[in-house]
């Protein structure tokens, strides 16, 4: 980064309820321009990291720090206010309006005198067709309604939605989790593109083949603590597989199956053995 500064950082942060610790001394930087990738598998403490970047829920240890300040959101509305965007798995749209509508949702452009102002129709089509444009998107109705998109689709108007609402820091929940190779590859188009128009990009995965194609910067999280923090030129995709596959755990099972009848365990590898195959579809990094 140019400042070297970065936008949001986390130092030792950590989330506790009750006596359940669910993330405990993690460290995140996330610079403008850069998409860092997080990744674990269910239970690692991803959607609590979320969750606190994106203002659902208060850290409980450590620091959370926008532009170089200390801060506490204590609601969605004040992170946003200060750029970071939240695109969740599960997408907050409305199928059945169209895809204009859904673009300016709770935002929408109004005109004439208050107190009888109307919504804005036509400028609201034609922003959001520009912005979309402007990602690469190109749909050939707006009027469509957004239910009848891909997946993939759907991702990346929300994407493009953020980036037009000011996002400095776009936050993306999984993404490509539901979407066949075609789509997710359209999706992984758009995080580039958001990363090339400089906001800084939070990719959470449990795809390392996903995030090896356009992260800068990779954290694996096992178990609600950092296992893993390295930039792209520090590792390689296999050795990120082999920190998301856990070799630790394929022993551990390995000695459990030992007690099973008709599982050969001199079949399966050994921790130092585990290695993942590349993918020959991963290629270049956009």
């Not at 129709?121 to 190109?138: F, P, W």
């Not at 776009?170 to 758009?190: F, M, N």
């Not at 630790?248 to 008709?262: N, S």
């Amino acid at each position: 980064p140019a400042d070297g500064r970065p936008i949001v950082e986390l130092r030792g942060a950590g989330k506790s309820y009750g006596n359940v610790r669910a993330l405990h001394g993690v460290d995140l930087q996330v610079f403008p321009s850069q998409v860092t990738c997080v990744l674990g598998d269910n239970g690692a403490g991803k959607s609590t990291l979320i969750k606190i970047i994106s203002g659902l829920h208060q850290h409980s240890e450590g620091e959370f720090l926008v532009d170089g300040r200390p801060v506490r959101f204590t609601t969605p509305r004040q992170a946003l206010d200060r750029g970071i965007a939240t695109v969740y798995q599960d997408l907050a749209t409305v199928p059945l309006m169209p895809v204009w509508r859904n673009f300016f949702l709770g935002s929408e452009m109004t005109r004439g005198p208050w107190p009888v102002r109307r919504l804005d129709i036509e400028r609201m089509k034609k922003t959001a067709d520009e912005e979309l444009r402007a990602m690469g998107i190109i749909l050939d109705d707006l009027e469509q309604p957004i239910g009848t998109l891909s997946g993939g689709q759907r991702q990346c108007v929300a994407i493009a939605r953020a980036v037009y609402f000011g996002a400095r820091v776009l936050i993306l929940d999984e993404p490509t989790a539901a979407l066949g190779v075609k789509q997710s590859g359209v999706v992984l188009k758009y995080i580039a593109a958001a990363r090339d128009r400089g906001l800084g990009v939070i990719f959470i995965t449990h795809n390392p083949h996903h995030a090896y194609m356009v992260g800068d910067h990779f954290s694996v999280l096992r178990l609600g603590t950092l296992e893993l923090s390295a930039a792209r030129s520090e590792i390689g995709l296999e050795e990120l597989t082999n920190h998301m596959a856990g070799g630790a755990e394929l022993a551990a099972l390995k000695h459990e199956l030992a007690t099973v009848r008709g599982v050969d365990v001199e079949e399966l590898p050994e921790e130092e053995d585990l290695t993942a195959p590349v993918p020959a579809s991963s290629e270049g990094t956009s």
